[in-house]
């Protein structure tokens, strides 16, 4: 099955400590994307890569850092530097020049 | 700046009743533009997009949306809702140009309770 794929889905972790999140995908795309998502606030864009090897901040990249060595992946780590880092995390990705994303299933994380 | 917007929070809706979720946008160009619906707890999922051609589109799960670009609108409907139809719909809109590729702008969510 084509698809993305996002793990854990819950992940807790007590504050000061930085947590990866990973996002994987076998639809041979290029583009790859994190999102942020609080209630009431729709989707804000975390961090996105066009390419492999390269990426560049959205909205909110402030406390978060990311990778992109291979095509099927893009972590996504949360540093105790993000002051709220509590939320749900969407992945997506989209081939070039569509502008379609399609989403993975998402990780809730709880900082306590 | 593209942004987007979606005047209802919250909609209640019979089941069997017709459904029309509203998207107002703001784009310099012509834009992209999708509608997406997300069930608690999970990702989302396209319904429908808008590139260019014929303004009403056809979607999955029996939605349509139709653009208006007189109104710079692009609301949701389907004409008779089913309980699994309660979920959040999201509006998007994303451009063609190099500045704004995959940047998409999301609405703030409208989160439709369907009633028996």
């Known amino acids: 099955d084509g698809g993305i794929t996002q793990s854990p889905k819950y992940l807790f972790r007590k504050e000061g400590q930085n947590v990866t999140l990973s996002c994987e995908q076998n639809l041979n795309h290029d583009a790859m994307y994190w999102y942020r998502q609080d209630p009431g606030q729709g989707l804000r864009l975390i961090y996105y890569s066009q390419i492999v090897n390269d990426f560049q901040k959205g909205d909110i990249a402030e406390g978060y850092s990311v990778s992109r060595e291979k095509k099927e992946s893009f972590p996504l780590t949360v540093t105790s530097a993000q002051k709220n880092p509590t939320a749900f995390y969407l992945c997506a990705s989209g081939s070039s020049g569509t502008d379609t994303q399609y989403f993975g299933p998402g990780t809730r994380l709880t900082v306590l | 700046a593209q942004s987007v917007t979606q005047p209802d929070i919250h909609i209640t809706v019979s089941e069997g009743a017709s459904l029309e979720l509203r998207c107002n946008y703001s784009?310099?160009?012509?834009?992209?533009l999708f509608w997406y619906v997300q069930s608690p707890g999970q990702g989302l999922q396209l319904l429908l997009k808008?590139?260019?051609?014929?303004?009403l589109v056809q979607g999955i799960k029996g939605f349509e949306a139709e653009f208006k670009r007189s109104q710079s609108s692009f609301n949701l409907r389907k004409p008779s809702v089913h309980w699994s139809d309660a979920a959040e719909y999201f509006c998007a809109v994303g451009g063609g140009s190099t500045d704004s590729w995959g940047k998409f702008q999301f609405g703030a969510g409208t989160q439709v309770v369907v009633t028996p």
């Open positions: 784009y310099g160009a012509t834009p992209y």
């Open positions: 808008y590139f260019s051609g014929d303004t």
